[in-house]
């Protein structure tokens, strides 16, 4: 079955080449099973970015056709895509109750993330980027290690997990990676298992990324709750909009 009969299910509808967002249903090959994400175009994108949650990569309760995540990268769509890209939120498949560190490394995961690049082609010709937060970093790295190549343009990693059991970055074969690949963290993240002194060192592993960045951001007010979700530091909360700034300028001219 073609991506563009892919958007059938649950009465949604594909986007057209025309300026619009929609949810999408996008079938994943499993039975009775579909993947949901939010999908963004407009006429002249300079690239795609295929956003990846972290948690649980739920979507929030859609209102109006929207998705009220406070993730960093749900509640930030509309800023890249104010820099000209298309923009493609991923969520969690919908035969799945979590998505914890295993599954993302899984090949079924890599799997459904082939199949959100092959959307995000039918779109647009334009280069493809993996961008990561949280345990979306787990997903977009095992991603650029196992697509084939050619696959995607580029990664980004932001508030990268640097430790935990299974799946961490440092833990995966970086040294395979070989698109270029921007690391973004904040100084006051205080998440225990996503910490800013051993994100600095991720590029090391990046031995074959032609180009290859970490940048460490200050920034921000009135962090509030749990320090590993969003509306903490981990979220780069009130400071969205530079760095939204700093990874689609870096996708524009990627450099070290």
Not at 97 to 119: C, M
Not at 155 to 169: A, C, D, E, P
Not at 204 to 223: C, N, W, Y
Request: glycine share 10%.
């Amino acid at each position: 079955m073609k991506n563009g009969f892919f958007c059938l299910l649950l009465g949604l509808v594909c986007l057209s080449g025309h300026a619009e967002e929609k949810m999408v249903a996008l079938d994943i090959g499993r039975p009775g099973a579909h993947l949901p994400i939010f999908v963004m175009t407009q006429a002249q994108p300079s690239a795609t970015v295929v956003l990846l949650p972290g948690g649980d990569a739920g979507s929030g309760k859609i209102e109006n056709g929207q998705p009220t995540s406070e993730n960093f990268l749900v509640r930030s769509r509309a800023l890249f895509f104010a820099a000209q890209v298309n923009v493609i939120v991923v969520f969690r498949a919908s035969d799945l109750k979590s998505l914890d560190y295993e599954y993302r490394i899984s090949a079924a995961h890599v799997q459904e993330l082939a199949a959100v690049i092959g959307h995000a082609k039918q779109l647009s010709p334009a280069p493809v980027w993996l961008v990561g937060t949280s345990r979306g970093t787990v997903s977009g790295t095992a991603a650029a290690i196992a697509l084939p190549e050619g696959s995607v343009q580029g990664l980004v990693l932001t508030s990268s997990v640097t430790n935990t059991k299974t799946g961490f970055i440092a833990s995966q074969k970086l040294a395979q990676i070989k698109v270029p690949t921007l690391v973004v963290h904040h100084k006051n993240d205080g998440c225990g298992i996503c910490l800013p002194r051993e994100a600095a060192k991720i590029t090391e592993g990046l031995t074959s990324a032609p180009v290859k960045r970490f940048q460490m951001v200050e920034g921000g007010s009135d962090p509030q709750g749990n320090p590993c979700r969003g509306q903490h530091w981990h979220g780069f909360v009130r400071h969205e909009k530079p760095t939204v700034e700093l990874i689609t300028g870096w996708i524009r001219s990627p450099h070290n």
